[in-house]
């Protein structure tokens, strides 16, 4: 763990708290089974021996990326997912196949007009590979690049991590999905990934939003590292030496069936790019939104009317069936 680490973006090293959380041995029997697991990892992994730490939410001053501190080191992450696994894989959701299907079409929907109708999409810490599923029902060759030991039968696992993946392997497109919140180098992972995009190859990435209103210092501090704006997820990208072609706000479908907001961008791997300043200001506008903000992003979760009516008929048939 590094206890005073330089920003991965930009190499800065002063950080300006934001918030503190404790976090103690003693308060795992009172955690969900997932926190539990976590806090084992951070006390028995991560900080053996320790029976309290104090986590604190750090904004680097130069770009605005937002980090836990003290900082996990890429061997603590990969140890990490190596004990999970040992406890039982539980990384990868397990959403109902509707909202699975979902997902997977939205992603489809994000990229097609950025993919050859047909080619080879690498999928970078995608779990078991579910999102895959509409892209291998139009014929793309699927690979997959996580811990999991399972896959779906529509993907190919190539390797754990990035540094396993064959020298010679070029792909039309790169999914990164809710992924780079945890990761110990965001940028690096994104550079030894796009160095294996074709010359018109793109590569999305997605992460929740969770600068809103406060900092965000979670539950367990294990599963999400790093936290990112439009500006420092843009910069973050440039500095993996990807040109950016949007980078904005979105809202993703999260397998519980809520909506909740996100940040999505897509890279290409050769384009212009551009200073990015204002990273600070940023988090402070999202830290401490206007009355205009709260109500485009209170909008923007609730499910459209197309949503809304399934919902609504299966909530009925439902009820008839329980009075019968």
């Known amino acids: 763990m590094h206890i005073n680490p330089a920003c991965p973006i930009c190499k800065n090293v002063t950080w300006e708290v934001l918030g503190t959380r404790r976090h103690a041995r003693s308060e795992m029997p009172t955690l969900s089974e997932y926190a539990r697991k976590r806090y084992q990892v951070l006390f028995d992994i991560w900080l053996p021996g320790a029976t309290d730490v104090e986590i604190h939410s750090g904004m680097c001053s130069n770009c605005g990326f937002v980090s836990n501190l003290p900082r996990p080191e890429e061997s603590d992450i990969d140890a990490k997912y190596r004990y999970l696994h040992e406890l039982g894989q539980d990384y990868g959701s397990q959403e109902a196949q509707e909202i699975e299907a979902k997902r997977s079409q939205a992603l489809y929907a994000a990229l097609r007009r950025s993919l050859p109708r047909k080619g080879t999409i690498l999928d970078f810490g995608g779990g078991d590979g579910r999102l895959m599923q509409a892209f291998a ?156 903000a709260r109500f485009k992003r209170r909008l923007s979760l609730r499910p459209s009317p197309f949503d809304l009516v399934p919902r609504i008929l299966k909530r009925l048939v439902r009820k008839i069936q329980e009075h019968r």
């Open 137 to 292: 029902d139009r014929d793309y060759r699927c690979l997959l690049i996580d811990y999991n030991s399972s896959p779906r039968s529509c993907v190919e696992k190539i390797a754990d991590t990035a540094e396993g993946i064959p020298a010679h392997l070029a792909v039309d497109g790169i999914v990164c999905s809710h992924v780079i919140e945890h990761v110990a180098d965001p940028v690096g992972t994104m550079h030894r990934l796009g160095r294996h995009l074709k010359p018109s190859g793109v590569m999305f990435v997605e992460v929740p939003m969770e600068i809103w209103r406060k900092a965000p210092l979670q539950e367990e501090p294990v599963t999400h590292i790093n936290f990112f704006t439009p500006r420092s997820l843009k910069h973050a990208l440039q500095e993996a030496e990807l040109a950016v072609k949007y980078c904005r706000l979105a809202v993703y479908l999260h397998p519980s069936g809520r909506f909740y907001p996100a940040v999505r961008a897509l890279g290409q791997r050769f384009g212009k790019t551009r200073k990015i300043k204002g990273g600070p200001e940023e988090v402070r506008r999202f830290l401490a939104p206007s009355f205009t």
